[in-house]
């Protein structure tokens, strides 16, 4: 089985900064893909960014290349979401995610396993 667990969400005022991050335990040679995804209230859970676990490529949701970035660190078995300039419309809980399967996933039910999120609260 492989674990996930997030940390670093937070409540926050808009224009604020946040860094996600997500340990991924168990068996995790099987794993070659990982992603946040977000769920804000009463909306369908979103893609936002994943990266390649042994290629190192990176993939966004078009809308927010260029805001958010992903990032990962094999030693540590973590990837992260650096979130800077946050907007009210981040408010969500964001979740990470990971598969067995490479190329560009962005659909929720091709990932396999899911942490339980963290909150993100940006305040206006």
């Known amino acids: 089985q492989v674990q996930l667990v997030e940390s670093g969400g937070g409540f926050v005022q808009a224009g604020d900064s946040l860094r996600l991050s997500c340990v991924v335990s168990g068996r995790t040679a099987s794993i070659e893909t990982m992603g946040w995804f977000r769920q804000a209230p009463g909306k369908e859970r979103d893609f936002v960014a994943a990266i390649s676990w042994i290629g190192g490529y990176t993939y966004y949701k078009y809308s927010l290349k260029g805001r958010f970035t992903i990032s990962g660190d094999n030693a540590q078995n973590t990837i992260y979401l650096e979130m800077p300039n946050l907007k009210p419309e981040d408010t969500a809980v964001y979740y990470c995610?990971?598969?067995?399967?490479?190329?560009?996933?962005?659909?929720?039910?091709?990932?396999?396993?899911w942490g339980q999120g963290t909150q993100v609260t940006v305040s206006a």
């Open positions: 995610a990971a598969r067995n399967g490479a190329g560009y996933e962005m659909d929720p039910w091709k990932f396999t396993y």
